[in-house]
């Protein structure tokens, strides 16, 4: 049936044959992966035989400021002859495109009996891991498999369990992938909005944490000389959801920085989990009279009530692995410094890579439309006598900002621009 395929924007030509397509920003398939798969393995074995064949293309332009809520509705009815999870619907929001850029560039420590910094895989979309690693060769995959190892690596659904789990949501974990996911995907469009900016490096690492202490208890759970059998994933929502919400009842949180400089949990958090884990055990297989099912009492917020009003008795060593709310956010706002000094410091890099040249032709574009305000015209013209002028780093990021303004509007910083 062809292809379905959305785009920012597109620029054609008028030739003998029709149409041709020159240009698409931001092109995105929708529908028909398996085709351009296809399309993909034939052009490496019979190109030839390519020449021959036409594929059609419904190409859907949708504005950028529109693309988050339409793109995914196009999605969902162009597959609607195929099960399509709702995860798949999400995969372009911009806070999953962040992940992915965090995951692409942040190193992990070592950890413990490691030598090597490493990196944690986000999977945006479904098969971008093993796209990537199989489209190398065999010397670069042993490098891809050293920068990405196989169990550092982590899904959309992954992501939506740990974020639902750590807020005391184990319910609606219990609940399966899509569901938990659809729930986590209905509030994150709405953090993001409010907080964008808080999703950042750190944020990032303490996402890796919490999934080193999720795989750990998964572990310990299929362990632990109390284990029945069955349920596990439940116990394990309901286990670390109990640890946290009792590190909130003694106003402290779960120490997740030192997880990821260790790549690893503690002894101590070890023995909490395993007496939360018990205890979780022990309220999912034991019911209220009447119900008989284990796993649908454990996606009933009734379940999470009970075990959330227990009281246990951990360790003293509990508290090692605990961390102040002041302590986290110190943390947090020494984060956010570092931050804005880094940015500072990489737009002040970009205005003077770009070079005089550059500015130069800026200024002449931005004057002929009088796209500029006078302040960030006198700045541009300071950016054209680079180096005799240095532009302060403030004026850097007005020059940058002003940059923006001319490229959404055409500015491409070619000479040919005037014309």
């Known amino acids: 049936n062809g292809l379905s395929a959305t785009a920012d924007a597109i620029e054609v030509e008028q030739n003998t044959a029709g149409l041709q397509l020159l240009r698409a920003d931001n092109l995105q398939i929708v529908n028909g992966g398996q085709t351009t798969a296809s399309l993909h393995a034939a052009r490496k074995s019979a190109p030839d035989e390519l020449k021959k064949i036409h594929v059609q293309m419904k190409l859907t332009i949708v504005p950028r400021e529109k693309s988050e809520g339409v793109v995914p509705r196009i999605s969902e009815y162009a597959n609607s002859q195929n099960k399509i999870n709702a995860a798949d619907f999400f995969a372009n ?47 670069e995959r042993k490098k891809f498999d050293k920068a990405y190892p196989r169990a550092q690596f982590l899904t959309k659904t992954d992501l939506a369990k740990y974020e639902n789990t750590w807020s005391c949501l184990p319910h609606i974990v219990s609940l399966g992938a ?33 999934n080193i202490i999720f795989k750990a208890t998964e572990k310990l759970v299929s362990g632990a000389e109390w284990y029945e059998g069955g349920y596990r994933a439940n116990i394990v929502a309901y286990a670390i959801s109990k640890l946290v919400h009792d590190a909130d009842a003694r106003k402290m949180l779960i120490d997740l920085d030192t997880v990821w400089r260790n790549q690893t949990i503690s002894r101590d958090l070890q023995a909490a989990i395993l ?54 956010r110190d943390i947090e706002k020494e984060v956010r410094v570092d931050q804005a000094v880094n940015a500072g410091i990489e737009v002040e890099v970009e205005v003077h890579r770009l070079g005089s040249e550059f ?54 910083g070619s000479k040919n621009n005037e014309s």
């Open 93 to 139: 929001h911009p806070f999953h495109i962040k992940i992915e850029e965090l995951s692409r560039r942040v190193l992990a420590p070592a950890g413990e009996g490691g030598y090597r910094e490493t990196k944690w895989f986000y999977e945006r979309a479904r098969g971008q891991f093993a796209d990537q690693r199989g489209r190398r060769s065999i010397a």
């Open 275 to 328: 007496i939360s884990g018990a205890e979780a055990q022990d309220v999912i297989t034991h019911p209220p009279d009447g119900i008989r099912n284990f796993s649908e009492w454990a996606k009933k917020q009734p379940c999470w009530k009970w075990l959330s009003e227990r009281e246990l008795h951990y360790e003293d060593e509990f508290e090692n692995v605990l961390i102040s709310p002041e302590l986290s």
């Open 359 to 412: 500015w130069t032709d800026a200024r002449n574009w931005a004057r002929e439309r009088g796209l500029l305000s006078p302040i960030e015209m006198s700045i541009i013209e300071i950016c054209a006598t680079i180096p005799k002028k240095m532009p302060s780093a403030k004026q850097c990021a007005i020059a940058i900002s002003a940059l923006k303004k001319m490229t959404d509007e055409g500015f491409s």
């Open 178 to 210: 899509q569901k938990n996911f659809a729930y986590f995907a209905k509030h994150i469009g709405q953090r993001w909005k409010a907080e964008g900016a808080a999703f950042n490096e750190l944020w990032f690492k303490r996402l890796i944490a919490k």
